[in-house]
């Protein structure tokens, strides 16, 4: 067989092509159950004005006091991280967080790095995303 072959398909390089039939499937964990996964990531995607925001704020603020979900469930109290490139911490999150009841101790922001002056950068997954798994790692 070619070096570059597997029983299913092609690899080049760090790119494997991995059939179904290897793979051993697993149970959700689920934050909030059967709407969103634990460990996994979850997009509210729409156009501008679809209350995603808003939406995203509640679900903060039930994860943070350990409230109730809009299905009558409870929530475990959990620790949130926002990133948002759009709207201000001090003007807009924090004080949306704050009406929605969210335990502010619970939640945290992302910011990008710092030059040699303090100043902050916006932060940009391309090139911040190592820096910031490593940030994690340690938090």
Do not use: C
Request: glycine fraction near 12%; avoid cysteine.
């Amino acid at each position: 067989m070619n070096p570059n072959q597997n029983n299913w398909g092609l690899t080049v390089g760090n790119v494997v092509i991995r059939p179904m039939s290897s793979i051993q499937e697993k149970p959700i964990s689920w934050l909030w159950e059967n709407f969103i996964p634990r460990g996994m990531l979850t997009l509210l995607a729409g156009a501008g004005g679809g209350g995603k925001s808003t939406i995203a704020f509640d679900f903060a603020a039930t994860l943070s006091t350990g409230g109730i979900w809009p299905d009558g469930k409870s929530s475990k109290v959990g620790r949130i991280l926002i990133w948002s490139s759009e709207d201000s911490a001090e003007h807009t999150i924090k004080p949306r967080l704050m009406a929605a009841g969210a335990n502010v101790e619970n939640i945290a922001m992302i910011e990008g790095p710092r030059d040699d002056f303090g100043n902050g950068t916006a932060f940009d997954p391309s090139r911040d995303l190592d820096e910031f798994t490593r940030t994690l790692r340690g938090y």
